[in-house]
């Protein structure tokens, strides 16, 4: 029997997440995102409690749940489930009732932690097929920001997950130190992600990350920065052994708040894990399984890159939010030339050492006064703090 069906599973349709506090410039960013042409046939998910004024952009209704915007996307209000409702596209889209849209984008309220709606996708295992969760895109506010932070742990949290920070009402603020102090934060906060500026091309805030719009895979390396983020551990560690003597570092605006360690942002941290030699899939599986059974809750983010023993050519792509933790990707050859495996992790309040240790352990790597994979495999718990 002949079927003319293509083979396999369609492309996943990329899937990007804006967040950003209250009133911080989610949906004048969102508006003028769609207008772009890249973003035309893009489903817009606006949970229940988002004040998005749409009433200027509806122009028909295409069920009750359902609008479609001037820019023609459509837009859909979560009311309950946003499992449902990606399934419910998915369906509507599969069986003809609605265009094929190439892309999601879910604007959270400004209160939402973003971990869940990743979860939502990463961990479903029809979603995590059909949609390629491209990441998180956090505004902030260059107005009220650093005030934001202070008061509220949502908002460092929608920082510290985010691929890209948007940073809007620039123009407001004329104080360039002040501005500086900000961006600061959140390098300090999330040294990987890009800070934009508000006027940034769509394509920078919406297409920099895994996966671009055709589905494929995009800028890989762009995505991971490991750079940005062993650049921000060293000079964090030469600013713990002895000030201001490493070639990066300054006594700016933002240097009291270093050695504050009430504030909220302290405990978040961002550091990279690298290994030389390729990794067998089975030490990679039980080194990840481990790190999210005892450290989940502590895990903002993990992403990487990966050389696998077995297949050291097509490097695996990591992709992780708190206790879940996806594969979605072997890439088709390597980024650059930099073929190390690569893990960046963003976590609260837990220390580089012990995941550190954890790492070397199942890698092999001898430590002193430090058990071995074997013996971390028979007590799982022996590294917990
Ligand atoms: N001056 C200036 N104003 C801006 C900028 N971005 C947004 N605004 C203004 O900030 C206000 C809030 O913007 P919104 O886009 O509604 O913010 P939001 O994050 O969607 O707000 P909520 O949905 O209430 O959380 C509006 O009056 C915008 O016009 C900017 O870059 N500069």
Not at 19 to 39: I, M, S, W
Not at 143 to 154: F, K, Q
Request: proline residues 6%; glycine residues 6%; negative net charge.
């Amino acid at each position: 029997m002949s079927d003319s069906r293509p083979a396999g599973p369609p492309p996943p349709i990329p899937l990007t997440v804006l967040t950003g506090f209250l009133g911080a410039g989610k949906t004048t960013l969102l508006n003028r995102l769609l207008r772009h042409e890249a973003l035309k046939d893009s489903v817009v998910i606006i949970n229940e409690f988002g004040e998005i004024g749409l009433d200027h952009l509806l122009v028909e209704r295409v069920d009750e749940d359902m609008v479609l915007l001037s820019a023609g996307c459509l837009c859909c209000t979560v009311r309950g489930d946003l499992i449902a409702t990606l399934e419910d596209l998915l369906r509507k889209r599969d069986n003809g009732r609605i265009a094929p849209f190439r892309r999601v984008v879910i604007e959270t309220t400004g209160l939402a932690d973003p971990a869940p709606i990743l979860h939502a996708v990463l961990y479903h295992p029809y979603l995590s097929m059909r949609y390629a969760v491209e990441g998180v895109v956090t505004v902030v506010d260059a107005v009220n920001g650093e005030a934001t932070l202070d008061a509220h742990p949502e908002a460092v949290r929608q920082v510290a997950v985010a691929e890209r920070l948007v940073l809007t009402k620039t123009d407001l603020v004329k104080d360039a130190d002040r501005l500086e102090r900000l961006r600061q934060r959140l390098r300090r906060l999330n040294p990987g992600a890009a800070i934009l500026p508000a006027d940034a091309r769509v394509e920078e805030i919406v297409s920099g990350g895994l996966f671009d719009l055709g589905g494929k895979i995009a800028d890989v390396a762009e995505w991971l920065r490991t750079e940005a983020v062993e650049e921000a551990e060293r000079r964090s560690h030469a600013h713990q052994h002895g000030h201001g003597h490493d070639r990066g570092h300054d006594h700016g605006p933002d240097h009291a708040h270093r050695h504050d360690v009430n504030r909220h942002d302290e405990r978040i941290r961002a550091f990279s894990l690298v290994s030389e030699e390729p990794i067998r899939q089975g030490t990679l599986d039980m080194f990840l399984d481990l790190l999210r059974s005892t450290q989940g809750a502590k895990l903002l983010r993990v992403k990487g890159l990966v050389a696998l023993a077995e297949d050291p050519e097509h490097p695996v792509v990591i992709h992780g939010v708190q206790h879940v933790i996806h594969v979605p990707a072997i890439l088709p050859r390597w980024p650059s030339d930099d073929r190390r495996s690569r893990l960046v992790l963003i976590v609260d309040d837990l220390e580089k050492e012990t995941v550190e240790a954890l790492w070397n352990a199942f890698l092999g790597k001898p430590q002193i006064d430090r058990p071995d994979a074997a013996a971390l495999s028979d007590n799982p718990l022996s590294l917990r703090r």
